[in-house]
């Protein structure tokens, strides 16, 4: 599974810059990756994991501006078509999972 958080923050003073900053920051120290400007995501193995990542990220919302938390399945994910200009780029792939013995 996949979570992508979508956020349009203010960035109009010091104060609401430093927010911005703070809550990016998190999300990387999370394991999200930047998508896009303001869309991160990051590969979680189940519902439980997307549960613990979506509180974590509650835990660090700023005080203004829009956060959206969205889950999709792998194969909703890799549904998604990617464009650079008119050339049409592969999707992230959800990392191999770890196995211990």
Known sequence: MWLLALFDLPVTDKKSRRNYARFRRGLIDDGFMMLQFSVYGRPCPND??????TERVKSMLPPEG????????????????????????????????????
């Not at 439980?48 to 990542?53: C, E, L, T, Y």
């Not at 990617?82 to 191999?96: A, Y």
């Open 48 to 53: 439980d994991n997307v549960r613990v990542h």
């Open 66 to 101: 829009e956060v959206r938390l969205l889950a999709l399945t792998e194969m909703q994910y890799a549904r998604m078509e990617i464009f650079l200009g008119k050339d049409l780029q592969e999707t992230e792939k959800e990392p191999d999972q770890l196995e211990f013995y």
